[in-house]
């Protein structure tokens, strides 16, 4: 239940064109859905993120697209970039019992950008 | 602004030691949390401090402790290290313990021999 399960492993796409990152959980008690990117040697750096009070979400070029029923949620990245070549990781948080909050990341995915 | 700042970024350590990694969270934020991340995997909660006080903690065992100075900085401790432990570390800010989001820190990477 604690499980965030992301997909693809890896991708490719062309310059100019569309990635999609896929993530699904199973607990409903989390609230809180980020977006991290992570370039080798440097840690996540937050990209977007979404509450399960709304179905979509866009901060220029990436848009977070939001399921509550099915538990599931993606990143799409328009425009692509060579620039955007990184390890991309989906989030869920929730409350702890004891006022905190606990965050379980997917296993991520690797996107290249072709030139 | 500086952003959240870890220290070491390197260390080697040897089975059976114990190592301190450090880390100063961004200006104003008060809630630090740790992570570690093996290679190829995506970041494990290991402890979140909020003033000074332990918020949560993750599945890891008892040789992981870690605490919260006044200061709001926090160090993480782990002995008996094991080869299993070999990982980069990741410290993570936000400005409370319920509020998001994380700024996380470019992490220590640990390696055992």
């Known amino acids: 239940q604690q499980q965030v399960k992301q997909s693809p492993q890896s991708l490719i796409v062309q310059k100019g064109g569309i990635s999609i990152i896929n993530c699904a959980y199973e607990?409903?008690?989390?609230?809180?859905f980020p977006w991290y990117q992570q370039f080798p040697g440097k840690g996540p750096a937050l990209l977007i993120a979404i509450r399960p009070d709304v179905s979509e979400k866009k901060e220029g070029r990436f848009t977070i697209s939001f399921n509550k029923s099915a538990k599931q949620f993606s990143l799409h990245i328009m425009d692509s970039q060579p620039g955007d070549s990184a390890t991309y990781f989906c989030?869920?948080?929730?409350?702890?019992?004891?006022?905190?909050?606990?965050?379980?990341f997917g296993a991520g995915t690797r996107l290249f950008v072709k030139a | 602004d500086a952003g959240v700042t870890q220290s070491p970024t390197h260390l080697i350590k040897t089975r059976g030691q114990h190592v301190t990694l450090r880390c100063s969270p961004i200006s104003g934020h008060k809630s630090v949390s740790w992570y570690q991340q093996v290679l190829g995997q995506g970041p494990q909660f290991i402890f979140q401090?909020?003033?000074?006080?332990?918020?949560g903690r993750g599945n890891f065992p008892d040789r992981f402790s870690a605490r919260q100075f006044p200061n709001y900085s926090s160090e993480l401790n782990v002995n008996a290290l094991l080869l299993g432990d070999s990982a980069l570390y990741l410290c993570a800010s936000s400005w409370s313990s319920s509020n998001q989001p994380q700024h996380f820190g470019d992490g220590t990477r640990l390696s055992i021999l």
């Open positions: 607990n409903t008690a989390f609230d809180y």
């Open positions: 989030a869920a948080s929730k409350v702890s019992d004891t006022g905190g909050f606990k965050t379980i």
């Open positions: 401090y909020y003033e000074k006080e332990e918020r």
